[in-house]
Every structure is written in C-alpha cells, then in structure tokens.
C-alpha cells in the first residue's frame, strides 16, 4: 500500500489540519537584508508569505489567508549540539541492524552491536546530511539556513546531562552572528540545563557564565524574556549576586509543569501550559514522540498510562508514543511514520483557541538521532525488563527528531513544522507584482526597479570537508558552482515572463545541471520532480551577463495569460546530482532549499492573483 492509499484511506484519523492539503502555497524565509545589492525603494521584498511547497506526502505549506496576519508569538526548537562530543565510533546504526536481522533487538551478544562496556552512542537512523559531528561548519550552515526558512526564533540547546558543548557553540554561534547582521532573521539561543537538582547543572552554569554571559560574547543572540537573558536552570543553588540578577530564570523539568516559572522540554505524557508567579500563560511544548506509556493505552497492555517506558520497549509491544500512535493505538500500515500523527495531535491541542494567549511554542525536537546502549550489565539507570535498554530513540518509529533523513520520512517532519510555526506565529502580507516590467537582457539597469526581489542566503558555498563517524571518514562536498544571490521575475508588456538570476560571482556554464530553471502551474500536472516546466541553457534562450542571467519565455508557453493576473511557483537550481528534490538540500545551490518553491503573484492594475495553487 502506497502513501497516497495511506492518506486516502485514513483521512478520518489525519488531524484535520493534516488531512486535507493547502489550497495555497505559503512560506518559510525570513525578513531578507543581503548586503551589497542597491535596490530601489519602491522594490518590494519577497517574505515569508512567498514561499510555498509540499512534502512527498503532497501536504502542502499554509498561505498567509490561512495561518492570518502574525501575531507577535515565537516558537522554540530543542537543538542538540553532542554529535561526536562523546566519542566517535560507528556509527551504529540501529535501523540497518534491524534490516540485517530483525531479530538483533533479542539478541544482546550479536556482533552487529558494539561492544556495551565503551558504552557508545548508537544512531536511530541516518540523517540527510550523514552522520555528521556537530563540530561541522557545513551542516550548521545548512541547519540554521533552515531555521531561518521555517520562522524559528530561539534553539533551546540540550544541556540537561552535564556538558555545554563549547567545541559546537564556537562553531555555530559565528554563523549565527554572521546572519543576524546580515539582517536576516538568525534564531536566537539558550541553554537548557539539567533538570532536577542533579549537580551537573551548576557547573554548566558556570561555564556558559563564564564563556559567554559574563563577557557579553554574541550579545544579539540572547533570548529574552521579561528584558533578561533567559536561563533554564535551577537558581536555588550557590551563585553569585551578578549571575542571579543577570539572567531570567525558569526551572526545567521534563514534562509539565506543576510548579510556576517552570518550563518543560516536550509535552509528554500529555501536554500542559507553563505559567509565571502571577499565573500568566508563558509557553507550551509539544513533541514529535514520546518514550512514555501512552494515556489511552490499552487497559490490558500489562504498562501503567504515562509511565516512562523507553523507545526500545516498542520492539516488544509497548503501548509507547511513538510517531504514528493516534486514537488509542499505533498505526502500522507501511509509512505510517511519515504522517505525523502524534505530531500532529500536539500540534492541534497547541492551536487550540482556549491556547491563543500563549506567547511562545518549544517543540521537541530537531536532531537527537544518538541513543546511549545500555544492557542489564552497563545499565546504572533503569529497571530493564529486557537485556537492552534504548531510552530516548530506537528506530524510524520510536524516535523524534524533525530533521530531515535519508529515506523514511524525508523531510515531512520539517515541513509539519513549517506549517505548526504558520499557523502559531501568523505570517506577513506576501509581496507582489503589480506592473509590467520592461527589462530585457542580463545587463539591462532596469533589473533594479523590478518587485519584488527574492533574496537569498549566501554564504554556503564554502566546500564541506570535515570527519564524520569514524567509519564515515571524511565527508566532501564541492558541489557548489553557481551561489544564488537575488531573483526577479518580470511580466512584459510583450507577453513574455522573463526569470533573473543573480549569483555570488560569475556565472559559469558547465552541463545541463547548469543554471536550471524550475516551474510549477497549477492548471498542469507536474513530473516526478513537482514541476511542469524545465529550462536549461542546452534547451532554452538564456542570456547571461557576468553574474547575470536571464530566461525569456513567452507566457503561452507557460500556460498563463500575462494580460490577467496569474500566480505560479519557480525554483532556480544549479549542478544537482540526482533528480530528487533531497539533493536540492545537498548537493550544489537551490533557491529556494530543499523541496521549497518561491510563489510569484501577477496582479496588476491592483488585482489579485489566484492563490488556488494545489
């Protein structure tokens, strides 16, 4: 049974907000600020209301109509920074074990495990971007690129087991500055220690203190809350006056809070609202998956409701949250796990209007991926009805990490959020054509007053070289030929729509995979691809003028009429190296990322264009 039966046939079970597709593509990038190009003042700035697009699924982003204008909240991301922080072997992958023998998880002396007393982190799954260390310029880069497209405001870095991670921080927070003062909209930070009272949360206390906070190093970064920095942390411990007074502080827990001016990581067993001293609604969290017993478990399942399981007691049945539980029980039709739907049941309760005066959203979580590999012989913890024991991840299912994966889910789960952070926050008005535009050739000045301008995020085309998991070696990535800088699109007089390119440095023509254009109309039907239309310099009239290049097309040849208002979609695309929309997150340079498409509204004279885009 394919994805598509799956969605048809269970549409009374997809939450309603993921049931049915959006009738009109929407958004993801932040407010755009790249430096070094002049533009008029007329000229608009495409937003976040210009990006649309749909995940493999065919689930499509929410339209400003939809998610309605913002409405001044945030929303939080759990970040880990311990990728080959403690120790680099493997990986050990628990998914391919299982796939070599799905009997592994019964047998603790198979020599597809490691050896338990070097206790090394195993991996759930395999990531997009491989099994990359966190200390990795290129995958930060392309992480927090992604951020800025999916609208997330602060990383919660998980810190709640004792180390801060400096060798990751030193790497990111760079990044990070570099594309606040770029303008764009770079997430903030702030650590999440540990929860409880356990020691190891004073000493990562001091630490950040003394790194960062006391210094005033990345200032701009700093999430605020009531005018401080805020710290999840315990204050009830022996710091000194400045440290105190400097911070906002929050305790952590877990899960919900029963305590005021206590904030919780994941909305597990079952989600709550976090409220200050005076009772005030400060935030909420959701969460991807849970290793707890789920509430509406079956009474006769031998687990009690909410209890903490581990992901791995999935393998023998229990009743656990995983990706696909929903309505009392897990779903186990084949792809499943790619829906969401725990997912998107916490997300609903979020949205809920007895919740609109929640201020801000955390949702767990990004990118764990790694699981300590405990046995009833190196196991110090838990009380092991099995000789294994994995506690927060275990496989596809029983784990609940966003980022995108190689195979399984692809990137559902990013474009979920994209849609949960819409419809939390609300989205600016989307930017639109509302004249011809009479520029022609890549040289032509005329360029500059063309609205709106698509601005994107350079910056990543610094070639990937860096270890991965030792059996990784390193992982080299020069794809990179042609940066895209800034985009237009203009409508002639003379019924020709006319795309511009501008990159980062001249343009070089090397293949088909060279400068490609992509478009998508709603009244045909796309290729495997998700697009109607291709353009290369092999199969179309271009023009290109040093980092300026230009495709002319007649708007018949578009099926659209440039004497009426029309919308469309289109992606600019340069030395892929697969026709899948993944390798528009890898491999060289997409504008927009990934399985996103910028929207382009002709409305002239005033007029609106169709937003009825499936």
């Known amino acids: 049974m394919n994805s598509k039966n799956i969605q048809k046939m269970n549409s009374k079970n997809i939450p309603s907000r993921n049931a049915a597709p959006a009738k009109a593509c929407a958004v993801a990038v932040a407010q755009f600020a790249l430096a070094g190009l002049s533009h008029g003042s007329a000229v608009e700035k495409a937003n976040l209301a210009n990006l649309c697009g749909r995940d493999h699924l065919g689930r499509e982003l929410v339209s400003f109509e939809e998610a309605g204008p913002e409405r001044g909240r945030q929303v939080g991301l759990f970040y880990y920074l311990w990728h080959g922080q403690h120790g680099t072997q493997g990986p ?91 303008g764009f909209r770079a997430p903030k930070f702030c650590y ?48 000194r006056q ?3 007074d400097f911070f906002t502080w929050r305790r952590p827990t877990w899960c919900c809070p029963d305590e005021p001016d206590t904030w919780y990581w994941a909305g597990m067993p079952a989600p709550n609202v976090a409220r200050d001293a005076s009772g005030r609604p400060e935030m ?84 764990e991926w790694l699981v300590p590999f405990l046995t009833r012989k190196t196991n110090t913890l838990y009380n092991l009805r099995h000789w294994i024991n994995l506690q927060d991840e275990y496989n596809e299912e029983f784990s609940r990490d966003i980022e995108p994966m190689k195979g399984g889910y692809k990137d559902a789960y990013y474009f979920q959020l994209m849609n949960f952070v819409r419809r939390f926050k609300g989205l600016p008005p ?59 699109v203009a409508v002639g007089a003379d019924g020709v729509v006319r795309f511009l390119a501008e990159t980062s440095q001249p ?57 009426k208002a029309f919308s469309l979609e289109f992606k600019w695309s340069d030395n892929r190296q697969a026709d899948d929309p993944m390798d528009f997150y890898v491999h060289g340079d997409a504008a927009p990322r990934g399985r996103l498409n910028w929207r382009f509204d002709f409305a002239p004279d005033g007029g609106s264009a169709s937003v009825n885009q499936k």
């Open 430 to 488: 989307p930017a639109r054509a509302r004249t011809f535009a009479e520029a022609r050739g890549a040289d032509d000045a005329r360029w500059e007053a063309v609205s709106p301008v698509y601005e994107e995020i350079t910056g990543d085309s610094q070639p990937r070289n860096h270890p991965g998991y030792d059996a990784c070696g390193t992982y080299v990535n020069d794809t990179v030929v042609n940066e895209f800088a800034a985009l237009r």
């Open 284 to 367: 909420l969290a959701l969460t991807v998956g849970s290793p707890h017993i789920a509430l509406d478990a079956p009474k006769d399942s031998g687990w009690t409701p909410g209890a903490t399981a581990g992901s791995g007691e999935g393998h023998w049945g229990a009743p656990i949250q995983g990706r696909s539980w929903h309505d009392g029980r897990r779903d186990t039709r084949p792809d499943a796990t790619h829906y969401g739907f725990f997912f998107q049941d916490q997300i609903d309760w979020a949205l809920d209007a007895k919740r609109d005066d929640v201020p801000l959203a955390f949702v767990c979580q990004w990118n």
């Open 192 to 239: 999440y220690m540990a929860p409880a009272r356990r020691g190891c949360g004073t000493s990562n206390v001091l630490d950040v203190w003394d790194n960062y906070y006391s210094k005033g190093r990345y200032s701009d970064l700093y999430f605020k809350w009531d005018g401080k920095p805020v710290l999840i942390a315990h204050p009830d411990r022996p710091y």
């Open 507 to 563: 343009v070089r023509l090397a293949d088909e995979k060279s400068m490609n254009l992509f478009v998508r109309i709603a009244s045909r039907k796309p290729d495997a691809m998700g697009y109607t239309h291709r353009f290369t310099p092999r199969s179309s009239a271009f023009d290109s003028q040093g980092n300026r290049f230009v495709y002319a097309i007649p708007a018949s040849a578009l099926g659209v009429d440039a004497a």
């Open 92 to 182: 050990y992958d628990i998914s391919k074990m299982e796939r070599e023998d799905p009997d592994v998880m019964d047998k603790p002396d198979s020599p597809l495990w490691p050896d338990p007393a070097h206790a090394p982190l195993l991996h759930w799954g395999e990531p997009l971007f491989g099994y990359y260390r966190s200390t990795d310029p290129w995958v930060l880069r392309r992480h927090v690129q992604m951020f800025i497209d999916a609208g997330i405001d602060v990383l919660y870095f998980d810190t709640t087991n004792g180390y801060h991670y400096r060798d990751t921080t030193e790497r990111l927070f760079p990044i990070l500055q570099e594309l606040h003062d770029r």
């Open 242 to 244: 400045e440290i105190l």
